[in-house]
């Protein structure tokens, strides 16, 4: 089993669509969690944290299930500048090495 | 501020051949990472510094892949005898270190081994 396993994808979406992305991770000592955003060809960047109690960023909620291992990423109203690849994150508890899903694409269609 | 800064920023070689790949990190981050990116595949991790030690290279896939962060500063990540499946872009990152204190990217560098 991967460490971190995302949903394949792609997403195809209309604009102002809801998205929602999953994430699973199989060490269960993992203690900090996080979404990147990479557009093509560019560096993953830092979306957003994610906490135990759940976290929004304007229209970005993001929630962790630590009992399930499980994390999720939605979307509200979706843009066409959302269109990017959402890579889920993991760093395990002490540690510095940040575990990397494949990504999930997302498409917003106009 | 100058972000994470990696050169060349394309790097075409010969299979065989030695190649550098060299990361400026931000300023005052302690910490430093490299990872490897291969098409349609999330980052890989290779090798993790902290100040001027490697703390882990426990990502590195074998002897003729090596890292230096002499300063403690800039990083060099060092390849031999390049083969094909080294082809990939190779992103290196900086933080100022702790759990949740966030890593920036460079925009890599795409290695292509011919």
């Known amino acids: 089993r991967k460490e971190v396993e995302q949903d394949p994808g792609p997403f195809n979406v209309p604009e102002g669509a809801t998205v929602a992305f999953n994430c699973t991770y199989s060490?269960?000592?993992?203690?900090?969690f996080f979404w990147y955003r990479q557009d093509c060809r560019k560096e993953p960047k830092l979306l957003m944290s994610?906490?135990?109690s759940g976290n929004e960023d304007g229209r970005f909620t993001a929630q962790l299930n630590r009992a399930s291992q499980y994390i999720s990423l939605l979307i509200r109203d979706s843009k066409l500048s959302d269109s990017a690849t959402y890579l889920c994150?993991?760093?395990?508890?002490?540690?510095?090495?940040?575990?990397f899903g494949k990504g999930t694409k997302l498409s917003v269609i106009p | 501020g100058a972000g994470v800064s990696q050169t060349p920023s394309n790097k075409v070689t010969e299979k065989g051949k030695y190649v550098e790949l060299r990361c400026d990190p931000i300023?005052?981050?302690?910490?430093l990472y490299w990872y490897r990116q291969s098409l349609g595949q999330g980052p890989e991790f290779l090798i993790y510094?902290?100040?001027?030690?490697?703390?882990?290279d426990s990502g590195l896939p074998n002897d003729r892949f090596f890292a230096v962060r002499p300063e403690g500063s800039v990083s060099t990540l060092k390849i031999q005898r390049t083969e094909r499946g080294d082809s990939a872009v190779y992103l290196c990152?900086?933080?100022?270190?702790?759990?949740?204190?966030?890593?920036?990217f460079g925009q890599g560098t795409r290695l292509t081994v011919v």
């Open positions: 990152a900086s933080s100022r270190g702790g759990d949740n204190t966030e890593a920036f």
């Open positions: 060490n269960s000592a993992s203690q900090s």
């Open positions: 994610v906490y135990s």
């Open positions: 994150v993991v760093k395990g508890a002490g540690s510095y090495q940040l575990t």
């Open positions: 300023s005052g981050h302690t910490a």
């Open positions: 510094f902290q100040g001027t030690g490697a703390a882990d």
